[in-house]
């Protein structure tokens, strides 16, 4: 198994900015940062958790099929939502993603994201098998 450190960048500006990567593996790991619904610059999915939710999950998966991993990998996901009482469109979402993988999850509710139209963010770990 190689410990090589290997970089997915999906594109953002602030990736450089900021000095972080959408995801990294090194060995059969993969770790995907905070990922919010935003596509080049452009929020998905205004006012719609769901949609934005459906949206991170999309990117994500993108993400770890990027560095050689499969969706089936992921072993935990953690949820931040600015409102918990929408807490079951996120769910909903995470489950027909996830029903059969079921990962080791958190939701918890956050004050705030860095951009206010930003209703839920996502991160994921994943083992390569």
Same mark, same amino acid.
């Given at each position: 198994?190689?410990? =090589?450190?290997? +970089? /997915?960048? &999906?594109?953002?500006?602030?990736?450089?900015?900021?000095?972080?990567?959408?995801?990294?593996?090194?060995?059969?790991?993969?770790?995907?940062?905070?990922?919010? *619904?935003?596509?080049?610059?452009? $929020?998905?999915?205004?006012?719609?958790?769901? +949609?934005? #939710? !459906? #949206?991170? +999950?999309?990117?994500? =998966?993108?993400?770890?099929?990027? +560095?050689?991993?499969?969706? !089936?990998?992921?072993?935990?996901? =953690?949820? /931040?939502? #600015?409102?918990?009482?929408?807490?079951?469109?996120?769910? =909903?979402?995470?489950?027909?993603?996830?029903?059969?993988? !079921?990962?080791? &999850?958190?939701?918890?509710?956050?004050? *705030? $994201?860095?951009?206010?139209?930003? $209703?839920?963010?996502?991160?994921?770990?994943?083992?390569?098998?």
């Amino acid at each position: 198994m190689s410990n =090589k450190r290997e +970089l /997915y960048s &999906s594109g953002a500006e602030w990736e450089d900015i900021a000095g972080y990567s959408r995801a990294v593996r090194v060995g059969d790991r993969i770790e995907v940062a905070g990922t919010t *619904a935003m596509i080049d610059g452009q $929020l998905i999915g205004e006012g719609d958790i769901y +949609l934005q #939710t !459906k #949206t991170i +999950l999309q990117i994500i =998966k993108n993400a770890i099929e990027g +560095l050689g991993g499969d969706i !089936k990998d992921v072993v935990r996901t =953690k949820m /931040y939502v #600015t409102d918990i009482s929408q807490w079951e469109l996120v769910a =909903k979402a995470h489950g027909e993603m996830f029903s059969k993988i !079921k990962p080791a &999850s958190t939701m918890v509710e956050v004050t *705030a $994201l860095i951009d206010p139209d930003l $209703l839920v963010e996502i991160e994921a770990s994943v083992i390569v098998t």
